[in-house]
């Protein structure tokens, strides 16, 4: 059950081994022969040689992501920025082309938009409700992956998975998907044909504000070779490695995870600190108890907002009259986050008053917290797009995003109650 995997996933202590994950805080290991060491170099012993590629206690709490969402293999990343560009450019590069979701992360959008674009990626925005022929009119030639949210983040579509999976199959590619709102506990994207995982693990999965990170998780599904000429990547010998063409040598399972390691993670070193990931792994000990009351918490904001005058609209698929309350139903029926985005009337400037008369939710970049945070995605996450790319994003000038924490939901509602009174 996935309560005892958050708890106890990942990691068996021996007779008289430390009982939590111990913190392997070490840039390099030992070994007696040039040889032993060798054979880690080629890929042809398990083992550690130098923390900025793998280390023990960040590949416990990626072996417990892994066993979550049920994946095959698990890496550990720095941010879920850094996860969410290692996921793509692991098996899209210059000349390349990938087909997104429009309402991702202000963040996401500007790494494929603006950053990957210099580097020679192409990417092609679709609408989450966009109809199958519309999403696969995006597809090209060079296409080598989709990318979506379960939940968007700050827009709260629903991404109908299977839809983008179909499509992504259709088309020989990969369906990542990033599952940070959502989490496996509520929502395991790889069930519903999804082939690639990944978190910003910053939000719920730390869920304390404490630790900044991300996760990748390969469903170890996707057959490479089948679709050996769009990954030349994984079906090719990779010199700058001694030769090892991935996806023969570690097959379905471990040949993304892998090339990722050896070769991004190497080169880029958006590297976990163990003692980050430590952190990182408390969080999931409790992360099945914690989603539940972040959804309550959501729900009961949602309903309260969604009957007071002074807000024009609420997004939260919950809400029975919510656009995505059917797909909500469909992957999601033990409840989505406890995200909650709404419209002040009065436009910005109500937005933004209303947010200065909070007094128990904090004003933050951050989401997903045991504290209720709130946030003015227009001014702060999402200020690098127009308006034109604002609107496509699903985030208007008046929305405002709140994260429900894990306070009395009495509470939060009263603190909401009185900056709309003072509008």
């Known amino acids: 059950m996935i309560g005892t995997d958050c708890v106890q ?105 603006v950053t990957m674009k210099k580097m020679g990626v192409e990417f092609t925005f679709v609408s989450p409700d966009c109809s199958e022929e519309e999403l696969n009119a995006a597809f090209r030639p060079n296409t080598k992956a989709v990318f979506g949210e379960t939940i968007a ?18 088309h020989g590619v990969p369906l990542i998907i990033d599952n940070t709102f959502a989490t496996p506990v509520n929502c395991r994207p790889i069930e519903w044909g999804a082939d690639i995982v990944t978190h910003s693990t910053t939000k719920y999965m730390d869920g304390h504000g404490v630790s900044v990170g991300g996760c990748i998780v390969d469903s170890g599904k996707f057959d490479w070779l089948k679709n050996a000429d769009k990954f030349p990547g994984l079906t090719t010998p990779d010199e700058s490695y001694h030769g090892i063409t991935y996806a023969e040598k570690f097959g379905l399972e471990g040949a993304f995870i892998t090339k990722a390691t050896a070769q991004l993670m190497r080169d880029f070193g958006s590297t976990p600190s163990p003692q980050s990931a430590f952190y990182l792994n408390l969080g999931l000990e409790s992360l099945h108890v914690r989603m539940a009351r ?70 933050e970049t951050h989401v997903a917290d045991a504290r209720t945070c709130c946030l003015h995605p227009a001014s702060a996450t999402h200020r690098q797009m127009n308006d034109e790319e604002l609107i496509a994003a699903g985030v208007s000038p008046d929305l405002v995003r709140m994260s429900c924490g894990l306070e009395d939901a009495e509470d939060l509602i009263a603190d909401i109650a009185q900056a709309l009174d003072k509008i």
């Open 153 to 170: 983040n700050p827009a709260l579509t629903v991404l109908d998975i299977e839809k983008f999976a179909r499509a992504a199959h259709s």
């Open 9 to 113: 996933g990942g990691y068996t202590p021996g007779n008289g081994e430390p009982r939590q994950i111990p913190i392997i805080q070490s840039t390099t290991f030992k070994y007696d022969t040039s040889e032993h060491m060798g054979q880690l170099f080629d890929l042809e012993a398990s083992g550690y040689f130098y923390s900025r590629l793998q280390n023990p206690t960040c590949d416990f709490v990626a072996a417990k992501i892994a066993k979550l969402e049920g994946g095959t293999a698990a890496m550990l990343t720095s941010s879920g920025q850094a996860a969410n560009f290692f996921a793509v450019f692991n098996i899209a590069t210059a000349g390349d082309h990938v087909v997104s979701s429009s309402t991702v992360y202000g963040g996401t959008f500007n790494l494929f938009a």
């Open 294 to 363: 972040h959804c309550e918490n959501g729900q009961r904001v949602a309903e309260f907002l969604s009957k007071h005058p002074k807000v024009g609209w609420v997004n939260y698929c919950g809400l029975p009259g919510d656009k995505y309350h059917a797909l909500a139903e469909k992957y999601l029926p033990n409840g989505s986050c406890g995200v909650v985005s709404f419209g002040v009337k009065g436009g910005r400037a109500a937005a933004e008053a209303f947010m200065k008369n909070l007094r128990l939710a904090a004003i």
